[in-house]
């Protein structure tokens, strides 16, 4: 099976996850341990940072230590300086992908919020949850204290399907009708609940269930 660096030789960088991606700035493993392994176990760390990363949180990790965690650091500092989603219109469910798209192959359901401007502009995009295979509790508060935090004047809720369906469950629809409900209370628009997967997504606002 060719390893990550292999991989990128024979089909780009494009062809990596992001497991693959991190093992890679990595370099090495740590006392017997593989650096596939160490990666596997930074990607929660990160998905849970945005929009900062706390370099005390990845040295938490076993194999990370001072300078791995800096190298972390930096390297996705740079990223967002160069590729910030902030100011991007929304218009559709479409615009929404390229924000979320990455956590299609998670193994456990992450739960995004993103928030928006009067002009539908994106202000922040957040992981606020991750969850077991099947099923990731979300609560109110922790979408919408995004949402005040931020002065928004909308959100959009994203989240995967490890099972690679995105056909809705009854708890999504459950839990959407639950946030549209709050966020009238709150004066904050819920413009969509999208669920997506790697073969393709669902939008509730395209759906008329919104």
């Not at 062809?15 to 650096?35: F, I, T």
């Not at 502009?121 to 609560?139: A, K, N």
């Not at 709150?186 to 269930?209: N, P």
């Amino acid at each position: 099976m060719a390893g990550p660096r292999e991989k990128i030789e024979r089909f780009g960088v494009g062809a990596l996850s992001d497991e693959e991606l991190l093992a890679v700035m990595l370099g090495s493993g740590y006392r017997g341990r593989p650096v596939a392994a160490i990666a596997r176990d930074v990607l929660p760390k990160i998905d849970r940072s945005s929009p900062s990363l706390d370099l005390g949180v990845l040295q938490g990790v076993e194999g990370i230590g001072r300078s791995k965690a800096m190298l972390l650091a930096a390297a996705l500092e740079f990223s967002r300086r160069r590729i910030r989603p902030e100011g991007t219109r929304i218009t559709s469910a479409r615009d929404v992908l390229p924000l979320v798209q990455h956590l299609a192959d998670r193994r456990q359901e992450h739960v995004v919020v993103i928030t928006l401007s009067g002009a539908h502009e994106v202000i922040q995009v957040r992981t606020v949850s991750i969850g077991l295979l099947t099923s990731c509790p979300v609560h109110p508060r922790e979408i919408f204290v995004e949402a005040i935090r931020d002065h928004a004047c909308s959100v959009i809720l994203a989240h995967n399907h490890p099972s690679g369906d995105p056909k809705p469950s009854e708890e999504d629809a459950r839990v959407t009708s639950q946030l549209r409900d709050a966020a009238k209370t709150l004066g904050i628009r819920l413009l969509d609940h999208i669920v997506f997967a790697k073969r393709g997504y669902f939008s509730f606002q395209e759906a008329g269930q919104l």
